[in-house]
């Protein structure tokens, strides 16, 4: 008998072997063989470290505070660990459960009353084990390793995003310095016009208009300056909470006009983005984790055998609980789905609907990951070509400021000259100031849809 039940045990354990379902399969997609804005259509490779290329020191320090305090960033760390910990939990479903019962009644009552009165001690350790024959658990082992990993590449990618969020915040911060020393400057100049068209209007030489249209335009000067100073603060605020700490004021380095563009475009080959993006990872391991709940599901159909077996000593009297002898028992329980309306079926359908849902997403994952590089490379050359133009009209708008007001000095312009150079001037150096900080950004964008900016340990 006892051989019997032992040959049963080794045929149970080789049927644990199986698993339900398929076996995941990595997505094939068909990428492009080139970006259709790569101007240089080589396999090159982007800098990790791609911030360095801009050559500030503070906002070097400014994305090292952020990947070390910013809170989400720690949050992403705690549902790593989280991830681990199922992982391991899982894990543990695999193995046998011992536990120890040890326990002591009495009385006269054993459905009716008695006379005498029974005492029962004992004391044993109780092995229980759900053998695993359709692989439902190393199912959600798989599935738990899967989400393991997808939330180390959703780590990677709140870093990314948190680095090209501080780096952006960071350039719209320097633009609004620069817009604000612009106002500023205006600001005073037209201040010293005002009082010389005053004085003018004083003593009659001019009509009361020239006098309206140069307190206009000091004006509108004046009104951008505490709009600007508004949107500072907003950026020092926003900069703040995405180094995870209170609003404060932030110290900036190198200014806007002085900040340079990176000397080339690092883009690569289409497909490095499936290897190197990881929200396409992370939706890769997701597809992963899905996969592996339908053969859970499916092993929920089949029965489920339960070996358990207790090994101890039992008593009438506690004196003598040490001194009887052992007490064995062993047994096999199966417990399967007999009847339920269909209720497990209908749950391997809703799985494997998740998975082709799981699959899709993963797919236009990648397409979105195609298009953000396609949308960065043509904004980096289009606004390469804008800045040209704009410091074209910049100088321009400037000289001809200048001598604007040297013709209407000697009497050979009117007033009205002189405030439209003066209105073409304050624009042309705002929208100079706007168009170096979307091409600084549009430079970001393209090192975030690159995949660049992984950090590791050895990199922090």
Not at 114 to 135: C, Q, R, T, V
Not at 343 to 348: D, E, F, G, M
Request: net charge neutral; proline share 3%; with cysteine.
């Amino acid at each position: 008998m006892s051989r019997n039940i032992f040959y049963i045990l080794i045929l149970l354990i080789g049927l644990s072997g199986c698993k339900m379902g398929s076996n995941f399969v990595k997505p094939n997609y068909q990428s492009p063989s080139s970006f259709r804005f790569d101007t240089s259509k080589t396999d090159t490779i982007v800098n990790l470290k791609w911030w360095n290329l801009f050559n500030d020191p503070v906002l070097d320090t400014l994305i090292k505070i952020a990947l070390n305090e910013n809170k989400e960033v720690l949050m992403a760390a705690a549902r790593i660990e989280t991830a681990r910990a199922k992982m391991g939990y899982n894990k543990a479903n695999m193995f046998p459960t011992l536990n120890v019962t040890a326990g002591a009644s009495g009385g006269n009552f054993t459905g009716a009353k008695s006379d005498n009165i029974s005492k029962n001690f004992n004391a044993y350790p109780e092995l229980i084990w759900e053998i695993d024959l359709w692989g439902k658990y190393r199912r959600l082992n798989e599935e738990a390793r899967a989400e393991l990993l997808a939330s180390e590449y959703n780590m990677r990618g709140i870093q990314m995003s948190l680095i090209s969020l501080v780096t952006t915040t960071y350039f719209n911060l320097l633009d609004n310095k620069s817009k604000l020393q612009i106002s500023k400057n205006t600001l005073a100049s037209r201040d010293s016009g005002l009082v010389f068209i005053q004085a003018k209007y004083d003593y009659g030489t001019i009509a009361e208009i020239d006098l309206n249209q140069a307190q206009v335009q000091r004006a509108i000067a004046a009104v951008s300056i505490p709009a600007y100073k508004r949107n500072i603060a907003n950026n020092e605020s926003e900069l703040c909470v995405l180094l995870g700490r209170n609003p404060d004021n932030i110290q900036t380095g190198i200014k806007l006009y002085d900040q340079q563009f990176p000397p080339e475009i690092p883009t690569g080959l289409p497909s490095q983005l499936l290897k190197r993006r990881p929200d396409i990872l992370q939706s890769e391991a997701e597809y992963m984790a899905q996969n592996a709940r339908i053969g859970a599901a499916i092993a929920m159909r089949f029965p489920s055998i339960s070996l358990t077996g207790l090994l101890g000593i039992a008593s009438n009297e506690l004196s003598t609980l040490t001194s009887g002898g052992m007490a064995w028992s062993a047994g096999a329980n199966l417990l399967g789905p007999v009847f339920q309306f269909g209720k497990n079926k209908r749950q391997v359908e809703i799985e494997r609907y998740n998975t082709k849902v799981a699959l899709l997403n993963y797919e236009n994952t990648v397409i979105q990951a195609f298009k953000e590089v396609e949308d960065a490379l043509i904004t980096i050359e289009t606004l390469h070509e804008e800045l040209i133009a704009q410091q074209s009209r910049f100088d321009a708008a400037v000289n001809a400021e200048v001598l604007s007001q040297q013709r209407y000095d000697k009497g050979v312009t009117s007033y009205l000259e002189v405030l439209d150079s003066q209105r073409q001037s304050f624009d042309a150096q705002l929208d100079y100031s706007q168009t170096r900080q979307e091409l600084l950004n549009a430079y970001v964008l393209l090192y975030k849809a690159l995949g660049g900016g992984w950090i590791s340990e050895e990199e922090k």
